[in-house]
């Protein structure tokens, strides 16, 4: 059963906007971080946005502030990775995740602290 499902994605122009969604299948799964990384082509998963489930707070990898935006709506379980002025660098598979609170800039980026995963959805910019 899939306990997060992602949506969204797809293939852009540099310069262009892609949105990502994340369904938790129920409250359970959608735990107090939520959460995307990213794993381009040779290359570790790594960070790129977070978002507390209770407050709102966020943080963002250094090399997406200002474009992408990461929300979440409560009543259904769900949160969004709005990407704008896309460059051919973001081209990777996006993972969103779900854990536990997470405090630390250092914890929030550490991908093995999450205990929900999403299938993975391909983003591609083209210059």
């Known amino acids: 059963q899939v306990q997060l499902a992602q949506s969204g994605g797809g293939s852009v122009q540099s310069g262009g906007s892609l949105r990502l969604s994340c369904a938790a299948a129920?409250?359970?799964?959608?735990?107090?971080?939520l959460a995307w990384f990213r794993q381009g082509p040779g290359k570790e998963r790594e960070f790129v946005a977070a978002?507390?489930?209770?407050?709102?707070?966020?943080k963002y990898a250094d090399s997406v502030k200002d474009r992408f935006t990461i929300t979440r709506d409560n009543s259904e379980y769900t949160w969004s990775l709005q990407m704008n002025n896309l460059e051919v660098e973001d081209t990777a598979v996006y993972y969103c995740?779900?854990?536990?609170?997470?405090?630390?800039?250092?914890?929030?980026?550490?991908?093995?602290?999450?205990?929900?995963w999403g299938q993975g959805t391909q983003v591609t910019v083209s210059s």
């Open positions: 129920e409250r359970t799964f959608a735990s107090s971080t």
């Open positions: 978002i507390t489930w209770r407050v709102g707070t966020t």
């Open positions: 995740a779900t854990g536990p609170p997470l405090y630390r800039d250092v914890d929030l980026k550490r991908a093995a602290l999450y205990n929900y």
